[in-house]
């Protein structure tokens, strides 16, 4: 399963007779021995009394996601399956290393289980890959959906830009026309209007960022691995809005900066 071993040493085969013994996770380990080892020390489980069993702590490992991806994790105990005190009440998992697919070794797995008891229920045989994929589902749904949404809105965020900008110049026709013919250059007229797209992309990405950095409370659930203090996350959203809105604006842009004089003036 590739869990680390951080401190002692993982069960044996003499540990199956000897005293009760139980690993622990680091999450347990930081939470009972903050300052100290757990190795060697010993703790009750489920008991209400000092008469119940004692379980020595062999060591320590590191910690898993048992169940999904957001979920806190807990502290989390590992018995050898002859001690383990709920064996016998519940079901039992049974996980095979193999070199070849998965799905080539189910036949085999559940035979083999067959021939040391008959009797025994073999269900749910999955490859670890699908298991990890099914595990993460509403994460893979969630980042699907938020990347349309997104898409989206930088698409609309584009086509009202483009659509400001293009209003804005047929409105000052005339000026640039004028300018144009005093001596303004091309570039200059260009570069005005790139300006004025990006003035207003950049008073839209401060106001965005804000309300972003309140809302990622709300949206926080829909993601994961993504903190409300993610900078980079902000920066990239920035940066892509910044792409998204000189492209809108070039149109515009070099429409002005190739506008004749004399044909605007005319039109005027």
Known sequence: MRIPLLEGRVFTLADASSEPVVLINETSAKRYWPDASPVGRQIQIGALSDEGPKWRVLGVVGDVQQQTLTEPIRPELYFPYSQNPAAEYGMTSLVVHTNVPGDAVIGPVRDAI?????????????????????????????????????????????????????????????????????????????????????????????????????AAEVLSSLLYGVQTTDWISYAGAATLLTVVSLAASYLPARRAAGLPPTAALRNE
Do not use: C, H, K
């Open 114 to 214: 067959w021939n040391v008891d008959e009797t025994l229920a073999v269900t749910n045989i999955r490859a670890m890959g699908q298991i990890l994929s099914d595990s993460v589902w509403q994460q893979r749904f969630n980042s699907m959906l938020m990347g349309i949404l997104t898409l989206l809105a930088l698409s609309l965020a584009a086509v009202g830009l483009f659509g400001v900008v293009s209003y804005a110049v047929s409105r000052r026709v005339r000026e640039m026309a004028i300018r144009a013919a005093v001596g303004a250059r091309p570039r200059d007229l260009m570069l005005q209007v790139l300006g004025e797209g990006f003035r207003m992309t950049a008073l839209g990405a401060i106001v965005g960022s804000v309300a972003a950095y309140f």
